[in-house]
């Protein structure tokens, strides 16, 4: 796929997501002007995009659906719940149509039909509306819009006549005749406004004039050359469609208080409504207009004083005394519009916060150029490193010194750069909303989902990861861990299910939870299916933590009906390895009748990690940091506590002690003089890992180990020291896991 | 009402202004059927709007009829059809 293309997918998903949040939105909390634009703004954008890459399947069903939206923006046709629940379905209808496009494949049979099934119903939405846009119309703005993203020169034309323009013996007609010559008129709207009742008619004079959007390559002289003989008698406005101050000049031309003008460019759909409201806020002359039709959007902006608004109100009546209040409004409106613009503003003055004007931009970059980034940024890292050893092997203070700044001059780097991919959870969380509710809605039950900590960061390419994972546990959660109203009334619980999704940064990672107020994981079954399936030895007690986790199993599934959602006990096991891949943890609580807990832990980055040096028999391990409760000394008091056993007393907890080396098959004299313990910790479990040598903190570059290293547990990577040695980083959770699991065997 | 004339054009506007005028204030629904005319322009056409306006206005239904091959070609030439229609 070319880059373009990639690019145009990426975007579209964003509106497409920001459309079905909005959506979302407004079923749960009600319409708003904002939601309305934000979808109006998704479908037009994407119309757009598309119409670059000529997809026109995409545009024109966008296309209705904008226009659609544009009557609601308006207020002209009042939106419905059914009509909110259509866009839905339209947004999902669009995401097939460009998925199609992308792969140029024809439309499937049911797309072809959900399609028309869809636009029958915009359309009916659309003839309620007083200005229906005709399909005539439709064709013909597509056409316009297919020319204007060619490259294709469309000229629009705006004539008017003088009064006496019919008896001056020209004709009109003969100038339709020569453009049709010329090129071709694409769109000709008649300006009727000016034409009065037929009591006050007289017919001989011209007071009808006409709006012309015309496909030419010639230019400018060639279309003026048709009007040469009759300059004198005609107002012409001749510019490029495209061409805003053109369009900015005619909309001033047009008399004080009559926008009769921008009304039909903008209801004829000659003009983008966008684009008229641009063109009249950047004349002046127009800016009470503009002002007043921009309504909340730019009265928000500007976070103006309530006056004003008040004011605008009272345009509306065509009275005379009108006049001067206008003037007193655009006094005001410059007013405010000055404050916002002055970069100082007077002491007097409210301060206006300028949050909303200094808004940054984004800059869409490609990720793997960040990648790229990083990678360097650790080969820096290890270079650094390098250098600190050498000054440290030369006792040179000074380089010591400097290559320590430069140390921490590269972590700042290092963060800026990771800060970079970090994303905040929020849109990918509100997106499982709508799943949520769709999953409920689909097997009766009534669930309210909360989703807090949306603002927590996590790296883009983890979000993405997490996405799928998450999306099958929410849907587990709802499909089998609340009941259906009935049974939650009948077992004293409210009739509404509730789930819960939480991320919260939590010890240098990230956790997310998923909690339902359900039935909870049934115990017993899941400990028969756990006998039966061989996992779980049937004499022994096991731990309800244990029970509960073999969720995590595959082939284990504890619903006694598959539906379509969940419960054929794939899943769950995919679900943990997806999140294993990403160096992250994965654990269930349950309580009977009152509901479960799922709880993901995820490193923050993925790429470098703060690490603790040490050695180990004669190979130096990295343990991440964040890993590590403390380091303690095995002194002797300790030594005779263990009296050979694996564990310690540590101020009255019991402490595991895991010997590595002999974990690793190292076992010789050395590790009687390891009496080094850190104290790792990994959810609840600590243990204390018995080493050699500390060297302290170390910024570790995780390098892959090739397949050869796959199945060692409690390895998950390699670094490179700065002496060009290898060490290997700890896989805490796993080594603790195996090494707990081991115990229990 | 049928319009008599084959011409509907600039010389005739004022006279057939009457007459619409006059059917205006006699008839709640108005057809003007244009089966005779051969050649208008865009006089004509604003004068049928005009009639149209106020038959909006004063909530009377309006309707052309027996629009001529020529004449359409004229009002489909101009962009009015739209207009004069539904």
């Not at chain 1, 940054?360 to 990083?374: A, G, Q």
């Not at chain 1, 600190?388 to 000074?398: I, N, R």
């Not at chain 1, 504890?558 to 992250?584: C, P, Q, W």
Request: aromatic share 6%; glycine share 6%.
């Amino acid at each position: 796929m070319s880059e373009e293309l990639d690019l145009f997918r990426e975007d579209a998903e964003e509106q497409l997501q920001i459309m079905e949040n909005s959506l979302v939105d407004a079923i749960e909390n009600g319409v708003d002007s904002d939601k309305i634009g934000g979808i109006f703004r998704a479908m037009h954008t994407i119309k757009g995009t598309s119409g670059m890459f000529g997809f026109d399947g995409v545009v024109s069903f966008t296309h209705i659906a904008e226009n659609l939206l544009d009557e609601v923006r308006n207020d002209r046709i009042e939106i419905t719940s059914e009509m909110l629940s259509t866009f839905l379905e339209v947004r999902d209808h669009v995401e097939k149509l460009i998925e199609f496009a992308i792969e140029e494949k024809d439309l499937d049979s049911e797309t072809e039909y959900k399609g028309e099934e869809l636009l029958e119903i915009l359309m009916q939405h659309l003839e309620s509306s007083s200005s229906a846009t005709t399909n005539e119309d439709l064709e013909t703005i597509q056409k316009m819009q297919e020319l204007l993203s060619e490259g294709k020169k469309v000229w629009h034309i705006s004539l008017r006549f003088n009064e006496n323009f019919f008896t001056s013996g020209k004709n009109i007609l003969s100038i339709f005749s020569a453009f049709d010559k010329l090129g071709g008129i694409l769109v000709s709207v008649p300006v009727i406004n000016y034409i009065p009742r037929i009591e006050d008619i007289t017919p001989i004079n011209t007071y009808i004039g006409f709006e012309l959007s015309y496909k030419s390559d010639v230019g400018y002289e060639s279309i003026e050359e048709i009007f040469k003989d009759i300059l004198d008698d005609i107002i012409i406005s001749i510019f490029e469609h495209d061409d805003l101050v053109g369009l900015k000049r005619l909309l001033e031309s047009q008399p004080e208080g009559d926008d009769s003008l921008e009304e039909l460019l903008v209801h004829k759909h000659i003009f983008d409504v966008d684009i008229v409201l641009d063109a009249l806020i950047k004349s002046e002359k127009k800016l009470l207009k503009a002002m007043a039709k921009k309504e909340e959007e730019k009265l928000n902006a500007l976070n103006n004083p309530p006056i004003v608004e008040e004011k605008i109100e009272t345009i509306e009546p065509p009275k005379e005394e009108v006049i001067e209040k206008k003037i007193e409004v655009v006094k005001e409106v410059k007013k405010v519009e000055a404050k916002v613009a002055s970069p100082k503003p007077a002491k007097s003055e409210k301060k206006e916060p300028k949050k909303d004007k200094v808004k940054s931009f984004s800059l869409r970059v490609d990720s793997s150029k960040i990648d790229i980034l990083i990678n360097q940024m650790s080969e820096i890292v290890i270079t650094n490193a390098k250098i600190t050893d050498v000054a440290s092997q030369l006792q040179h203070t000074k380089l010591s010194e400097a290559s320590s700044m430069m140390n921490e001059l590269l972590e700042h780097v290092r963060n800026g750069i990771m800060n970079m991919r970090m994303v905040q959870v929020e849109d990918s969380f509100t997106k499982f909303r709508r799943i949520v509710n769709d999953t409920a809605k689909k097997i009766g039950k009534d669930i309210d989902f909360v989703i807090s900590g949306g603002d927590t960061e996590l790296d883009k390419t983890v979000v993405e990861k997490i996405s799928d994972p998450l999306v099958h546990m929410l849907r587990n959660s709802v499909d089998h861990g609340i009941e259906i109203p009935e049974v939650r009334v009948a077992s004293g619980k409210s009739e509404k299910g509730r789930v819960d999704l939480r991320a919260f940064p939590d010890a240098g990672s990230i956790v997310i939870e998923i909690e339902d107020n359900g039935k909870g994981l049934d115990r017993d079954r899941l400990l028969q299916k756990g006998i039966d399936a061989g996992l779980i030895d049937p004499n022994a007690i096991p731990h309800d933590e244990d029970i509960y986790n073999l969720i995590f199993s595959a082939g284990l599934s504890t619903a006694d009906k598959v539906s379509d959602i969940s419960g054929r006990g794939v899943g769950m096991d995919v679900v943990k390895r997806n999140i294993e891949e990403l160096r992250g943890t994965v654990s269930v609580e349950s309580w009977p009748n009152k509901g479960s807990k799922l709880t993901i832990r995820i490193p923050l980055t993925l790429a470098i990690i703060d690490g603790f040096l040490v050695q180990i028999a004669d190979t130096k391990y990295v343990i991440p940091l964040e890993m590590i409760e403390e380091c303690i000394e095995l002194d002797s008091n300790y030594k005779e506590q263990m009296k050979g056993n694996e564990y310690i007393n540590l101020r009255g907890e019991i402490l595991p002690i895991m010997d590595v080396a002999k974990y690793f098959g190292k076992a010789s004299k050395e590790t009687s003089e390891t009496n080094n313990v850190i104290v790792v910790r990994s959810g609840t479990n600590m243990v204390g890992l018995r080493v050699g040598e500390l060297f302290g903190e170390y910024q570790t570059v995780i390098k892959p180990l090739g397949d050869i290293f796959q199945n060692v547990p409690g390895i998950s990577g390699g670094s490179i020291l700065g002496s060009g040695k290898i060490a290997l980083i700890f896989d805490i959770p796993k080594l603790v896991e195996h090494h707990l699991n081991k115990k229990a065997i | 009402m049928k319009l008599e004339n084959e011409k509907f054009t600039v010389y005739e506007v004022e006279n057939i202004k009457e007459a619409f005028l006059n059917e205006l204030n006699q008839s709640d629904s108005i057809t003007v059927d244009l089966e005779n005319v051969k050649e208008i322009d865009i006089s004509a056409i604003q004068l049928l709007l005009s009639l149209k306006r106020s038959c909006i206005e004063d909530e009377k239904s309006f309707e052309i009829i027996n629009l001529k091959q020529e004449a359409l070609r004229v009002v489909q030439l101009s962009g009015c059809t739209s207009e004069l229609g539904e």
